[in-house]
């Protein structure tokens, strides 16, 4: 009887997201910073990929960026339209992503 119902949660269980997998999509917000970022690790432009970073680096940048401790042309600006939550999961969703 246990085996049965095992076997019956089974293709459920599977299927559900793990903990650490990011969202199939991104965080509103995110979508936009591959606008300026590259997707990839190992594409060099003058803009940092975050692809790659740490969910606490790219929290701490944006937190960085929003108070005015890290000059910026417009980052400084576009971290302002983000909450803290916003920021955080963005940060979150990038870290997880692999090149």
């Not at 890290?70 to 803290?84: E, H, N, P, T, Y």
Request: glycine fraction near 6%; hydrophobic fraction near 45%; include cysteine.
């Amino acid at each position: 009887m246990m085996a049965r119902l095992i076997l019956a949660i089974l293709p459920f269980v599977s299927a559900m997201p793990s903990a650490e997998a990011p969202p199939p999509t991104p965080p509103p917000g995110a979508a936009a910073c591959s606008g300026c970022h590259p997707t990839s690790k190992s594409v060099n432009t003058p803009v940092p990929p975050l692809v790659g970073r740490s969910a606490t680096e790219i929290e701490a940048a944006m937190q960085e960026f929003r108070t005015g401790q890290k000059l910026a042309s417009v980052m400084d600006r576009i971290a302002k339209g983000f909450s803290a939550d916003e920021i955080a999961a963005i940060a979150a969703w990038y870290a997880a992503q692999k090149d």
